[in-house]
């Protein structure tokens, strides 16, 4: 692994925490702003758990920037992306939370991808 790369990882990681500190910390105002028009956003409960699942990957980039565990925190953002596409398909109530957490996720999995080669 160069300087580089493990420099980069660790930007990444930082910003993945924040994001996840930040919907963690204020699952409210997320869920309004991401909410439909005349729909309530998904429940803080959940939001903060997705918040908790990206402090983890945060976590987890910072401490140990490599490859295989980037690998692994992409893979999760790719599920995650997948699963809020379908959540965005089948629910016009939660349409617009979905798509926004969608590409929020697809964001890092590119980020994570676009990481010089090691």
Same mark, same amino acid.
């Given at each position: ?8 990882? +660790? !930007? =990444? *990681? %930082?910003?993945?925490?924040?994001? &996840?500190?930040?919907?963690? #910390?204020? /699952? ?19 939001? +903060? !758990? =997705? *918040? %908790?699942?990206?402090?983890?990957? &945060?976590?987890?980039?910072? #401490?140990? /920037? ?30 617009r ?12 999995a ?9």
């Amino acid at each position: 692994m160069t300087a580089a790369y493990g420099g980069q990882a +660790r !930007v =990444l *990681g %930082a910003v993945t925490f924040a994001a &996840g500190a930040i919907t963690v #910390l204020r /699952p409210d105002a997320l869920t309004r702003a991401a909410a439909e028009p005349d729909h309530s956003g998904p429940p803080a409960w959940i939001v +903060r !758990v =997705l *918040g %908790a699942r990206q402090l983890i990957q &945060g976590m987890a980039i910072l #401490l140990a /920037p490599t490859p295989a565990v980037l690998d692994v925190g992409k893979l999760v953002d790719v599920i995650h992306a997948s699963s809020m596409l379908g959540l965005a398909a089948v629910s016009p109530r939660y349409r617009r939370a979905g798509l926004v957490s969608a590409a929020t996720a697809a964001g890092f999995a590119l980020a994570s991808h676009r990481l010089p080669m090691r």
